[in-house]
């Protein structure tokens, strides 16, 4: 299989997995026409439609959804195969030390860094789980994982998840309980989980919608300093979360989460890999990063799919 043709294919899934040509054509750095008469070619070539257009949506049609699931496949294997070459060739060695927050570290980092450290074997890995930002000129700490903006822009940062967001959800039992808000405005009704950060409580959120930006002022009856908390809380019926995406996409997957007011987009919660100095960005940290970066890209993915309720 050709370059062109290995790309023609990322572009389709990109697209499926955004609804949008234009997403997809800055996820890869190509332009919106180069991603069109990708997704042109790969029609022409199967003899199908993959895509039903219209001046405002991208939907993919049967045939482009069971394809969608072939597509996945083959990359899987061949990003697979080309880890395992990188295993057996660059022989990586040394330690890495690795800050994760607590949420994303506990419940997808220890089974991903699993697998990585399983292809190369000779990395040892340190890992500091902490929702408390670390410094990484004092600390003895190589590498941090983060959400949001950095407040060092001396700071290099290696993107992992650009497009993550917040998303507010529930579990179906407080659903049935109390009800599901019809907008952002309705949660002053609601008893909302918060997560509190050197003694700040982040009470309140941010949504946006046609250019639009609303912030309101939540309250509930439980704050925590740690992520995973404010998530156990939410899946127990406790309250309603405003969380990363990427935290809660097994939730939301399996149904033990509902999105609420998805008419609304929850702020932006970009991850990166960060680190203090250009000259730490080994060959060991790119392919830590692009690891990540495809495991994240898959787990977003899946949410995207998660049982309507």
């Keep these: 299989m050709s370059m062109k043709a ?3 294919l990322e572009v389709f899934r990109q697209t499926a997995d955004s609804g949008s040509l234009t997403d997809a054509a800055r996820r890869l750095d190509i332009t919106p026409a180069a991603a069109s008469m990708a ?12 895509f039903v257009r219209s001046t405002r ?15 996945r496949q083959a990359l899987q294997a061949l990003d697979d195969g080309r880890e395992a070459a990188l295993a057996g060739s660059a022989a990586f060695s040394g330690v ?28 040892q890995l340190r890992l500091l789980l902490s929702d408390r930002p670390v410094d990484l000129y004092r600390q003895p700490v190589d590498l941090t994982l983060r959400y949001g903006p950095l407040p060092d822009s001396s700071l290099i940062a290696l ?28 949660l002053a ?32 009856d439980r704050i925590a300093d740690d992520g995973e908390a404010v998530r156990r809380w939410a899946v127990d019926g406790r309250g309603i979360a405003f969380k990363s995406e990427i935290d809660v996409a097994t939730d939301l997957r399996a149904g033990r989460l509902v999105r609420l007011c998805t008419d609304w ?43 309507q309720q």
Excluded at 39 to 50: F, M, P, Q
Excluded at 57 to 70: F, P, V, W
Excluded at 192 to 211: E, K, S
Excluded at 268 to 296: G, I, K, N, W, Y
Aim: charged residues 25%; glycine residues 6%; positive net charge.
């Design 39 to 50: 997704i042109k070619r790969l029609e022409e070539e199967l003899g199908v439609r993959l």
């Design 265 to 307: 987009l929850g702020e932006m919660a970009s991850l990166h890999l960060v680190c203090s100095d250009r000259r730490r960005v080994t060959p060991v940290v790119q392919s830590l990063r692009e690891f990540l970066a495809r495991r994240c890209a898959q787990r977003l993915a899946e949410a995207q799919v998660a049982p």
């Design 159 to 186: 993107p992992v998840a650009p497009d993550n967001r917040r998303v507010l959800c529930a579990s179906p039992a407080y659903i049935e309980r109390h009800g599901r808000p019809d907008s952002p405005k309705a």
């Design 57 to 71: 949506s991208l939907r993919l049609t049967d045939e482009g959804q069971i394809y969608l699931t072939h597509c």
């Design 96 to 123: 890495v030390h690795l800050s994760a927050p607590s949420d994303i570290g506990r419940n997808l980092m220890l089974h991903w860094l699993d697998d990585f450290l399983d292809q190369h074997p000779r990395l």
């Design 189 to 220: 009704r609601h008893n909302c989980l918060c997560f509190m950060l050197d003694g700040y409580v982040h009470d309140r959120w941010t949504f946006h919608r046609d250019g639009g930006e609303m912030q309101v002022s939540v309250k509930g």
């Design 6 to 8: 290995l790309r023609d």
